[in-house]
């Protein structure tokens, strides 16, 4: 059976100059992913049957960066003879192809799903060749223009082509198209680089189209916003910034309070539950997960965090990697690095670290205290600046504490070695040894008063 699907094409070959970046330019981030993963999340939006990036400069690094993503193949357009040569290029994939090519550019990442919708339905209802994304902009500089004639779209100009007249027109055309694959080979084989650049411009095809009494359609998009390209770190920071306030929004429908949403940093991809409080300077990033009812005070960062229910995070905490299950307590001034877990109703400190340990139920350190390799039972009282010393210079050892034990202050736990459920380690102990369940183990030297030794120091 032959296949009438829809056929994304995305353009991304053109060399991003401005950008002043050794990074390709589609492969910028913006609040979490990369520009070239926007504009993949709104093709997808279409389900399309299939989706080719035209690559040119640096082709390798990005298709090395999506080679784990199957639904999208790669074309390179070399050299780069323009828009209209870039398309050209993804045609031997679609061989056999019938239906639509919807074509995006990579650097184009505000569309939106809804208007990437009301473009095909456009495009299917007038059974159009064509249908051309336009925009009304006070300033439409730049971009190419939308000559239309007794109403109908009759071509597309571009700003160097234009003749004054033309460049006060304020209808421009965004770039994206919608068109039927039948009559494109044919068309795209007509166009000529005759214009100021010297490139096979695809705006041509229109033209082309209007000259063959093939029909085009236009839909205006109703936000002049969704059509912006990035061309610099500017545009970048602009968008950026639209797509971060966005998601704010987003959190704020679902209930999240968002005490000052222009200093609130939440990536695309986080989850974040109703009446959750999130105070100024937050940083949620990567899948991070946050349940119902936390505190999350200012100047914290979570990465890739799975964060339960009513958990408080206070002032200027980092977790990374890491699982903080329900009613936890954690900060100010916690660390819990890669592989951590803070188990319900446990409470991690000030100036506590974490990493690769998990801490039970109920368990508390409260101060100044480095957990690393353990693992640490329920109702532990880890008294402050314990450390567990891991590390003995070349490889990583175990420290494993028993529910119910307790660790006095300034204790050192020399893994590998376990302390026994329910036993005490006195304060101040190097602990080399496992110490047995409900056992007391004191390591320090005892203590030694000299009467009167200051007075006779002073003679
Ligand atoms: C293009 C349109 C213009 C429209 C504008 C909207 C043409 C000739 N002009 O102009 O009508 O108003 O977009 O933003 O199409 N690319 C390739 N290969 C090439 C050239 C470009 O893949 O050989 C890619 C670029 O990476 C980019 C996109 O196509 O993603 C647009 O190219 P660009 O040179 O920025 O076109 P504009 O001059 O902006
Ligand atoms: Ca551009």
Redesign the pocket.
Known sequence: MTDIGLHVV???????TRMSSTRH??LHGINGRTMLSHVLAVARSASPTSITV???HMADIVRATYRDDLSVQFVV?E????????LLQALPLLAGARGDVLLL????PLLSAATVAALLARHRDDRAAATVLTADLDQPF????IVRQDGAIAR?V??RDATPAQRAITE?????YALALEPLADAIAALAPQ?V?G??????LIGIYRRRGLGVSTFRVRSADE?R?V?SRRDLAEVSRLVRNAKNEELLAAGVTLIDPATTYVEADVQVGADTVLHPNVYLEGRTIIGVACEIHAGTRLVNATVGDRVTIRNYCVITDSTVESDAVLGPFAHLRPGSLVQSEALVGNFVELKKATLGRKSKASHLTYLGDATIGDNVNIGAGTITCNYDGTHKHQTVIGDGAFIGSDSQLIAPVTIGKGAYVAAGSSITDDVPDQALAITRGRQVNKEGWARRKKR
């Open positions: 995305v353009l991304a070959a053109g060399k991003g330019k589609v035209v690559l040119g357009q050299p780069q003879l323009g828009t209209g040569h870039a550019y990579g650097d184009v730049g971009y190419g223009r597309i571009e700003e421009v055309n965004a770039g994206i214009n650049q490139e096979y411009y695809l705006p041509d059509i390209g061309n």
